[in-house]
């Protein structure tokens, strides 16, 4: 299991995979954060196709094209604001990562890499999303599926910490 999730610490940008996930907002026409960064690095054909894309409700998700990124398609998902956890956010937050999953699943892929969904801007804390979305990946790949591999993409010596010490791999 453990060679089917790997950790990368740098810009989800640059990742030569079938999907970068995009944690974006609902408008899904772009914004701060990881969301600029993958509009910047697409190009504005992006946005154009993302205007014909009519938003996308929180915990879902929709895809696009990559255009000049090295990953062939972008998974647009939403993620909760964090709202002190009274407002269904640990659900939501794992609905698109499922949501995501099967996205890449109806279109073949088999290599996706997430960035840290909600933990920004948004504000969920980070240990609570990184136990949810390394569950929900685990659960989703332990089916009989077609996603081979997927990434967590950690923009932070701290987050990639965070994330090998929640994936139970060793540290020495
Ligand atoms: P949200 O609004 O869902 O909180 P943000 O983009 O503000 O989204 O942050 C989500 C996560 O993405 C944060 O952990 C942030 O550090 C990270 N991030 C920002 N830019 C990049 C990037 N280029 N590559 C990978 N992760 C990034």
Excluded at 29 to 35: E, I, W
Excluded at 71 to 86: A, E, N, Q, Y
Aim: proline share 3%; with cysteine; net charge negative.
């Amino acid at each position: 299991m453990s060679e089917r999730m790997k950790i990368f610490e740098g810009d989800i940008t640059t990742l030569e995979v079938d999907a970068i996930v995009n944690a974006a907002n609902n408008s899904l026409l772009g914004g701060g954060g990881v969301d600029g960064a993958i509009h910047r690095a697409a190009g504005p054909q992006l946005l154009a196709e993302c205007v014909t894309l009519d938003g996308c409700r929180t915990g879902e998700a929709k895809i696009s094209g990559g255009y000049d990124l090295p990953s062939k398609h972008v998974i647009h998902t939403v993620g909760p604001v964090w709202d002190g956890g009274r407002a269904n956010e640990d659900a939501l937050l794992a609905d698109c990562h499922r949501n995501s999953l099967m996205v890449a699943e109806e279109n073949g892929l088999k290599t996706v890499a997430f960035p840290a969904i909600s933990t920004g801007v948004f504000g969920f804390p980070k240990e609570r999303a990184t136990r949810i979305a390394v569950r929900e990946v685990r659960a989703f790949l332990d089916q009989d599926v077609g996603v081979e591999q997927v990434t967590f993409v950690c923009f932070s010596e701290r987050d990639f910490d965070l994330y090998q010490r929640v994936l139970g791999m060793a540290l020495d």
